[in-house]
């Protein structure tokens, strides 16, 4: 027995015009897994030929388009919307990135502070028995150049 040509079943339409033109729609919202920043459209990984022929069949066998985004949200969550909705279990991928920045932001600024508090250590001067001993020093030692 002879299986089917792959491609031809993956990525073919499906016959209704209207069904197949939110299948297309849906594509573009449905994030590729393994391209992570291409829509299942604009790939052409093997996972994304999959989600394509998967949102057709749930089209296909009758389900809404919001029926059809909850069950792949149900089986690869909420990743795998390119647009994912903000809510307690997307917290971290709508505000980690801002928050990141904020935390870099304030230690650079901590940083520059503190670099710009700390005052240089005064020098200490010289006692007048330590500048006879230098200049005693000097001495001998351009004395003995010579």
Request: with cysteine; aromatic share 6%.
């Amino acid at each position: 027995m002879t299986e089917p040509n792959a491609q031809s079943t993956i990525d073919k339409p499906l016959e209704n015009p209207a069904d197949e033109a939110r299948a297309l729609a849906l594509h573009k919202l449905l994030r590729c897994l393994v391209c992570q920043n291409q829509s299942i459209s604009d790939s052409n990984a093997e996972l994304a030929r999959d989600l394509r022929m998967l949102v057709r069949q749930r089209i296909g066998s009758g389900d809404s388009d919001e029926e059809t985004i909850a069950y792949i949200v149900d089986r690869y969550g909420d990743w795998v919307l390119l647009d994912p909705p903000v809510k307690s279990t997307t917290y971290v991928l709508w505000f980690g990135p801002v928050g990141i920045f904020l935390l870099a932001l304030i230690g650079v600024i901590l940083f520059l502070r503190r670099s710009r508090i700390q005052p240089a250590t005064p020098v200490a001067s010289l006692s007048t028995e330590e500048e006879a001993k230098l200049k005693s020093m000097l001495a001998d030692r351009d004395g003995t150049d010579k």
